[in-house]
């Protein structure tokens, strides 16, 4: 496992060198990037754009384009509020709001504690539960928003 920022750098210098020229660099690349660093922030992607000749547009598209990246560091506790037909009609936009209120940060983003990462999700499986929410493997059906703020006392530590 890397340890400290040099050797990271380091690692993804190798994976630039291996990728350059080659089909499919820019995709390749940003999928070590994330294994390295856990999120490809923007010096990360103009190290990638610089190191494969490419422009930071090509990489930037890349990374914001398909979901398994991020931009970000994630939280310890990945939430998901479900917004899936079931569970929308049900209320989970209701949910998904006091979720950001209760952490005072926006969907897509981490909270100031760094222990908590907002997404919105589409159908998690248990409609029947609706409306449902996960804490990364932790799921919570029939919410109202006022359960919210008990809920997420559990995982602070």
């Not at 690692?11 to 350059?20: F, G, S, T």
């Not at 994630?74 to 079931?86: D, F, H, K, P, S």
């Not at 979720?99 to 100031?112: E, Y």
């Not at 760094?114 to 998690?124: M, S, V």
């Amino acid at each position: 496992m890397l340890v400290n920022s040099q050797e990271k750098y380091a690692e993804l210098d190798k994976v630039i060198a291996a990728n350059k020229g080659q089909g499919g660099a820019v995709m390749r690349t940003l999928q070590a990037a994330q294994d390295i660093f856990g999120h490809v922030p923007m010096d990360v992607q103009i190290k990638i754009a610089e190191g494969l000749d490419s422009t930071l547009a090509e990489v930037y598209g890349v990374a914001t384009f398909y979901s398994q990246f991020a931009l970000e560091p994630a939280g310890e506790y990945r939430i998901g509020v479900c917004l899936g037909t079931a569970c929308y009609v049900k209320g989970s936009k209701d949910v998904l709001e006091k979720v950001c209120q209760v952490l005072d940060t926006q969907v897509g983003k981490t909270s100031k504690d760094g222990l908590f990462t907002i997404k919105d999700t589409r159908c998690l499986g248990a409609c029947g539960l609706a409306p449902v929410m996960m804490i990364n493997d932790d799921v919570y059906g029939r919410l109202v928003p006022d359960d919210i703020p008990g809920i997420l006392d559990k995982y602070r530590h």
